[in-house]
Structures are given as C-alpha cells and as structure tokens.
C-alpha cells in the first residue's frame, strides 16, 4: 500500500472518531494492519489516557450526565401528602393534693352509749348499708367500724365517733327509721295502751309495737315481745275474753306444741313458741299470738285467770 493511501487511511479514522466523541457514543476499534495495529490492552490503556479523567467509562451512559431541557421549576409537584405536625405539647399540670379532712363538730353519740339515739344512728347506716347487723341501741366496736368508714368515703376525719358534721351529712342521706327498722328482732318499747286497755285486767296487745304488755287498772305490769299470723291467716282485732287455758296444749290442726295456751278467740290463743324463738319474725304464726319468752309466758300464764280480757289493736 502507498504511503499516500496510509494517510488517507488515518485521516478517515481519525474523522470518525472525533465525529463519535461530538455526538457522545463510545468510540469503537477501528481495524489497521502493520505497525499501527495495538494488541486490546494496549488499545484499552490508549484510549483511557487519550479521554482524560472527565472522558466517561465504556460501562457508563453518557445520556446520565444530560441536563433535563425543563426546569424543576416547571415539574408537578409531588402528590404524597405532608407529614402531619405534631400535636402542640400541653404544659403539665401538677395534681393538688386533696383537701385535708375539716375539723368535727362536737360529738354527738360515742363509744359505750346507748339508747333510742344509738339505735336511729344504727338503722340509718342500714339503710344505706354501712351497719350490717340488726339495730341494737348499744353504740360498740361494730357501730364505730361503720361510723368511721362513713367519715371516710365523704371526706370527714375517720374518728368512729358521731360528732355533729358526721351526723348531719347522715341525716341528709337517709329517711327517718320506722319502728320495725329501728327494731327489726323486737325489743320495740309499747305502743301507747288502746283505751280499752286502761281498766281491768286486760292482755293488751299492739300489733304495731309487737308487744304485749300484761295491765292491771291500766298500769304495765309486764311486757313481752309477740308475733301475729300471715296474710293468709291473720290474727283477728277487737276485744275478747280468756275463755280455755292449757299448759301443755298440742294444736289438733296444725299438729304442732302449742305450750301455756290461753285461748281467746276459736282456735287462736296467746301461747309459747318455739319456732317464734328460733327463727324471730322471718316466720309468723297461723292466726296465734306467738310469744318467744317461755319464761315470760310461763309467769304470765299464772296471772291470767279465765275470763280477763284479751284487747288487740293495729
């Protein structure tokens, strides 16, 4: 080949490959024979140094290291939403202790009392079930427990004593106690005498206090706590006279003991109960004045005599 060929071989290539660097591609070898032909390597180690270090890798795209031809200016904005802000922090607060207990009044009811005033203060903690038992009138240990748990669930100073604080706030809680709530096993003091009852010698006997009090020409003589007939047999009311007494009686009806009977009105009598003594009023008779004291009943089944009266009243 000529020289003049050669040249003009080289010119070529060399137009070929400053034309693909102006457009970006990467270069392809370009086939030469003779000297002028480089082993890969060699080609490879050339054409690195001939590019310089800003001349991109033959791995690389040089399309990456365009400019996009819109501003991000001109782009839609993204569609996911904001982060939500954080709630404002609150200041904290400091809790304030609760308000110390004030001072009871003067007292009012205490330990070792007793009375009509104990048993209303017994059957008003009932009522709203703070004294669990049946009033006794007797203010002890188990009243106190109640009247200081009272003080302590409405903020008044745990002393176990009523002092006036302690008792109005239970006044304005509760009702007035009736005379079964305040006797509900008996003990309930008369009621005042019928006014049959104020002369003679008369069984006077109160279905209201369930008490019958022995009088003689209207004074008590004694007085012994009673039980009546249910609904379905109740205790007849009016005046009657003792007509049959029998101490050792057995009811031919009900088959049951009928002791220190004292017959007043058909089959019905003043008499002895065991079950009355056992059981109290969660039981009732069959129309009988029941009495639960057997001695009471046996020293008044003594007195009575055949033909003294017998007066039962509401």
């Not at 009138?137 to 669930?153: D, L, N, R, S």
């Amino acid at each position: 080949m000529s020289r003049d060929a050669i040249a003009r071989g080289r010119a070529a290539a060399g137009a070929v490959v400053a034309l693909a660097l102006a457009c970006g591609c990467t270069a392809q070898a370009v086939e030469t024979t003779g000297k002028d032909e480089k082993s890969p390597a060699t080609r490879s180690s050339s054409d690195n140094s001939a590019r310089g270090p800003s001349s991109p890798t033959p791995s690389e795209s040089p399309l990456k290291k365009m400019k996009s031809p819109v501003s991000r200016a001109e782009l839609p904005q993204s569609k996911t939403p904001d982060p939500p802000s954080a709630p404002p922090s609150r200041p904290r607060t400091s809790t304030p202790p609760p308000p110390a207990p004030p001072e009871p009044g003067p007292v009012v009811l205490a330990r070792g009392q007793d009375g009509k005033k104990v048993r209303e203060l017994q059957a008003r903690l009932r009522q709203i079930g703070w004294f669990g038992q049946n009033p006794t009138g007797t203010y002890g240990p188990v009243t106190a427990t109640a009247v200081e748990g009272f003080q302590g669930k409405r903020g008044l100073l745990r002393t176990g004593a009523t002092d006036t604080r302690t008792w109005d706030r239970l006044l304005a809680m509760t009702r007035e106690p009736t005379r079964t709530e305040l006797y509900p096993d008996g003990g309930m003091p008369p009621a005042k005498p019928d006014r049959r009852c104020l002369t003679g010698r008369v069984l006077c006997v109160s279905k209201e206090s369930r008490t019958l009090t022995w009088m003689i020409d209207g004074k008590a003589v004694t007085t012994v706590d009673v039980r009546f007939g249910s609904e379905y047999t109740p205790t007849r009311e009016g005046a009657f006279q003792v007509f049959w007494k029998n101490r050792d009686h057995v009811s031919t009806l009900y088959d049951t003991p009928m002791p220190y009977a004292m017959f007043f009105s058909g089959g019905q009598a003043v008499h002895y109960s065991s079950d009355f003594a056992a059981r109290g009023y969660n039981g009732a008779s069959h129309g009988c004045v029941n009495v639960r004291d057997k001695k009471g009943i046996a020293k008044l089944f003594k007195q009575v005599r055949t033909g003294d009266k017998v007066v039962i009243y509401k």
